[in-house]
Structure formats: structure tokens, C-alpha cells
Nanobody
Framework: QVQLVESGGGLVQAGGSLRLSCAAS????????MGWYRQAPGKQREWVAV???????TYPDSVKGRFTISSDNAKNTVYLQMNSLRPEDTAVYYC?????????WGQGTQVTVSS
């Protein structure tokens, strides 16, 4: 079992930056992948960034070059650095942990980008 708590969301102007944090209740060292997803009103949840236990990162084209996912195993925390934010990045952002033993989600944090 893993509890995930996101933080760092807020209101920012287009072109600005935010850093989201996802604190896990236990070590993330053995978790296969940690990821960030987002869901805008009326839309399906979509993946934003994924990092594997080996440190490999993957991004969809919509955020590639603007978003960076990283992890600090000592702090059991995963981060999402978001730069050059656009109004279309507005959504609730969720942290996810996936392992052989389960699949867990945080409660989400709101990111709003004004034009």
C-alpha cells in the first residue's frame, strides 16, 4: 500500500512555471514506475510524464521539452517541473505509483494557467 500526496499546484500566467511534488508514504525505490497524469474538465485523464525505477523518463509530445519529471528516492518524492505553461495545461494533476503489487493514485492538485 502506498499513499501519495500531491502539492504545488496553483494559478500561474501563461509562460510561467510551477513545480509539483508527490510525496509517497513509503520508499519508492521498488516501485516500477511513478508518473504524473492530468484531467481537464470534460476530458479523459491523460499521462503527462513517467519515470521508471531505473530513471528512464517518457513524455507525450504535448509537454516534451517543457515538463521534467524527477525523483528523490531519499525523500520518497517525485517532482514535475513545468515550464512555459499554456492555458491548455490547465487541469487537475494526479500522481501515480505502479508496481507488481498494486496501482495507486493521489488526490490531485489543481493547476490553472491564465492567458
Amino acid at each position: 500500500q502506498v499513499q501519495l500526496v500531491e502539492s504545488g499546484g496553483g494559478l500561474v500566467q501563461a509562460g510561467g512555471s510551477l513545480r509539483l511534488s508527490c510525496a509517497a508514504s513509503r520508499s519508492i525505490f521498488s516501485i516500477s514506475t511513478m508518473g504524473w497524469y492530468r484531467q481537464a474538465p470534460g476530458k479523459q485523464r491523460e499521462w503527462v510524464a513517467v519515470i521508471t525505477s531505473g530513471g528512464t523518463t517518457t513524455y507525450p509530445d504535448s509537454v516534451k521539452g517543457r515538463f521534467t519529471i524527477s525523483s528523490d528516492n531519499a525523500k520518497n518524492t517525485v517532482y514535475l517541473q513545468m515550464n512555459s505553461l499554456r492555458p491548455e495545461d490547465t487541469a487537475v494533476y494526479y500522481c501515480n505509483a505502479f508496481a507488481v503489487s498494486g496501482d495507486w493514485w493521489g488526490q490531485g492538485t489543481q493547476v490553472t494557467v491564465s492567458s
